[in-house]
């Protein structure tokens, strides 16, 4: 089985990840009664002229990072014990 993280770097996931993320951004900007910023899509990853979002979407890809690692963390160690 592919790893969690493994799993991150297939093009098709990224994508869908990249597109959540920035749902997510247009969503808490519009909740907060602000015009969304929009992104460009460079290689892949999304870009935003403001800085505040750029390092909001830095943090949650770091997240899902931390994520996905944690996962397959738990998996091998489930593993291990059996």
């Known amino acids: ?12 996931i990224a ?9 997510y951004i247009a969503q808490s900007y519009t909740r907060a009664g602000m015009q969304p910023p929009i992104p460009v899509l ?3 990853v999304f870009i935003y ?11 949650m890809r770091n997240a899902v990072h931390l994520h996905a690692a ?3 963390d738990l ?8």
């Not at 089985?1 to 098709?12: F, H, I």
């Not at 800085?51 to 979407?57: D, F, G, L």
């Open 42 to 44: 460079n290689n892949g």
């Open 1 to 12: 089985m592919t790893s969690y993280s493994e799993q991150l770097q297939d093009p098709v």
């Open 75 to 82: 998996e091998k160690n489930e593993s291990e014990g059996d």
């Open 15 to 23: 994508h869908q990840i990249e597109s959540r993320l920035s749902g």
């Open 49 to 59: 002229a403001d800085t505040r979002a750029n390092k909001i979407i830095k943090h």
């Open 70 to 72: 944690l996962l397959d």
